[in-house]
Nanobody
């Protein structure tokens, strides 16, 4: 069974930074596409960023572009989300997700693409 565990959330003031981590186990992490999503209270779960398998290309939602960076360390089976210049509107529960399938042309911005999800970690940005 694939297991994803997020960590690194917390309370930070506007303009500050946090780094989220997602530790993966149960499979060949280097072959997985990894995504970050967030869910604001009362709203849908929204795409934040993804990184393709084998440390490939990255992509970001417009709302976080230039402020967030997704990266991965395949030796540690871990994906990261570095969040800088945080804003109160970034407050959400952040989820790590793994696409463990073998499709080569898939919409990595879509929640339905991913097979496994972490439990989420709360990020709260105060003003």
């Amino acid at each position: 069974q694939v297991l994803l565990v997020e960590s690194g959330g917390g309370l930070v003031q506007a303009g500050g930074s946090l780094r989220l981590s997602c530790a993966a186990s149960g499979g060949t992490f280097s072959s997985w596409n990894m995504g970050w999503f967030r869910q604001v209270p009362g709203k849908e779960r929204d795409f934040v960023a993804y990184i393709r398998r084998s440390a490939g290309t990255t992509y970001y939602a417009d709302s976080v572009k230039g402020r967030f960076t997704v990266s991965r360390d395949n030796a540690k089976n871990t994906v990261y989300l570095q969040m800088n210049s945080l804003k109160p509107e970034d407050t959400a529960v952040y989820y790590c997700a793994a696409d463990t399938g073998f499709s080569l042309h898939i919409p990595l911005q879509a929640e339905s693409t991913y097979d496994y999800w972490g439990q989420g970690t709360q990020v709260t940005v105060s003003s």
